[in-house]
């Protein structure tokens, strides 16, 4: 009886595994990923030559903008301070540089050892360094992460995935596809989040890795 | 699992390399509905299909045995490994090209045989 309750498991399993993997297939068959929210179909595309255009003079713009406002600092500024401080960044990425270096050598040797199937003892033993070796070099890029988050740099960034998302959403009407939002401000004031984080998360697919 | 790491386990998939071994063999049949501007998340299915396309070829002439599947890091590694390999042997080549030396005059130096 048992068994046939721990088969049965495996199976629904196998099924789930399946269904989230075409869900994949659907994300990679196009350059384009279309989806449905509130009984409505839309779309996120890659930019055209005209909005890559529009895309660098809004960016343009607001690196200006951000340029001006004293209260958001350059990185480079942001690690001065940090510095002046006793939170040194500079020694943060000298150990990440180091850790890399490490978790590298550690991938060729356990490489070799398995070309030359030298065992489980051995592969494992590797594969322990390495996961500890990556578990520090989460720590130290989470603290980096959140020193730097208020850097200009990151304000830019996090500007130019909007505009994206902006740019590359359209809606269907009529059979018909065009572009959601006629301007920035109107995305930008848009009430549904749900939609808006959606197709922020589907273009960041299509143009970030 | 992430979108990511769902991604992998497709073109990991029997089904994924099938279909990639016929789209290499056949004209006419594609991976994608788009022929060029590739997503970036289709960039990254193309070079996990060629990872583990080169895995299997290891494993079928018995290079390797399929425990490398047992974690991901193990196929990372391999790959990491056998190219690194590869560009030791083509900076070998390169450096036994330039030892030819073929001087117009009095002397001609013949490489070095052996």
């Given at each position: 009886?048992?068994?046939?309750?721990?088969?049965?498991?495996?199976?629904?399993?196998?099924?789930?595994?399946?269904?989230?993997l075409?869900?994949?297939e659907?994300?990679?068959?196009?350059?384009?990923?279309?989806?449905?929210h509130?009984?409505?179909?839309?779309?996120?595309?890659?930019l055209?030559?005209?909005?890559?255009?529009?895309?660098?003079?809004?960016?343009?713009?607001?690196?200006?903008?951000?340029l001006?406002?004293?209260?958001?600092?350059?990185?480079?500024?942001l690690?001065?301070?940090?510095?002046?401080?006793?939170i040194d960044?500079?020694?943060?990425?000298?150990?990440?540089k180091?850790?890399n270096?490490?978790?590298?050598?550690?991938?060729?040797?356990?490489?070799?050892?398995?070309?030359?199937?030298?065992?489980?003892?051995?592969?494992?033993?590797?594969?322990?360094?390495?996961?500890?070796?990556?578990?520090?070099?989460k720590?130290?890029?989470?603290?980096?992460?959140?020193?730097?988050?208020?850097?200009?740099?990151?304000?830019?960034?996090?500007?130019?995935?909007?505009?994206?998302?902006?740019?590359?959403?359209?809606?269907?009407?009529n059979?018909?596809w065009?572009?959601?939002?006629?301007?920035?401000?109107?995305?930008?004031?848009?009430?549904?989040?749900?939609?808006i984080?959606?197709?922020?998360?589907?273009?960041?697919?299509?143009?970030?890795? | 699992?992430?979108?990511?790491?769902?991604?992998?386990?497709?073109?990991?998939?029997?089904?994924?390399?099938?279909?990639?071994?016929?789209?290499?063999?056949?004209?006419?049949?594609?991976?994608?509905r788009?022929?060029?501007?590739?997503?970036?998340?289709?960039?990254?299915?193309?070079?996990?299909?060629?990872?583990?396309?080169?895995?299997?070829?290891d494993?079928?002439?018995?290079?390797?045995?399929?425990?490398?599947?047992?974690?991901?890091?193990?196929?990372?590694a391999?790959?990491?490994?056998?190219?690194?390999?590869?560009?030791?042997v083509?900076?070998?080549?390169?450096?036994?090209?330039?030892?030819?030396?073929?001087?117009v005059?009095?002397?001609?130096?013949?490489?070095?045989?052996?």
């Amino acid at each position: 009886m048992e068994n046939r309750l721990n088969e049965a498991q495996r199976i629904i399993k196998e099924m789930e595994k399946e269904t989230e993997l075409s869900k994949v297939e659907e994300l990679i068959k196009d350059n384009k990923i279309s989806f449905e929210h509130d009984k409505k179909q839309y779309r996120v595309r890659l930019l055209n030559l005209s909005e890559k255009e529009e895309l660098d003079t809004l960016r343009r713009k607001k690196f200006g903008q951000l340029l001006k406002d004293k209260d958001i600092l350059l990185e480079k500024d942001l690690i001065e301070d940090y510095k002046q401080r006793g939170i040194d960044i500079a020694d943060l990425d000298e150990q990440l540089k180091k850790l890399n270096a490490q978790d590298i050598d550690f991938q060729l040797k356990l490489g070799e050892a398995i070309a030359k199937n030298e065992g489980d003892t051995i592969f494992n033993n590797y594969r322990e360094q390495i996961e500890s070796v990556r578990n520090q070099k989460k720590e130290i890029n989470a603290q980096k992460t959140l020193l730097l988050q208020f850097s200009l740099e990151n304000a830019l960034l996090n500007y130019v995935a909007q505009v994206i998302t902006y740019l590359s959403l359209d809606v269907c009407e009529n059979n018909n596809w065009k572009r959601m939002f006629s301007n920035l401000e109107e995305f930008q004031t848009y009430h549904d989040e749900q939609l808006i984080n959606k197709a922020g998360q589907y273009s960041m697919y299509l143009q970030y890795l | 699992m992430n979108t990511y790491e769902k991604l992998r386990c497709l073109a990991k998939s029997n089904k994924a390399q099938n279909l990639f071994l016929a789209v290499k063999e056949l004209n006419g049949l594609t991976l994608f509905r788009n022929s060029n501007d590739l997503s970036k998340l289709q960039e990254l299915y193309l070079s996990y299909l060629y990872l583990y396309d080169a895995i299997n070829h290891d494993i079928v002439i018995d290079k390797i045995s399929d425990k490398i599947f047992d974690y991901e890091l193990y196929e990372d590694a391999y790959i990491l490994w056998k190219n690194k390999g590869r560009k030791q042997v083509k900076k070998e080549d390169k450096n036994k090209q330039k030892e030819l030396h073929l001087v117009v005059g009095n002397t001609i130096n013949f490489p070095k045989r052996g």
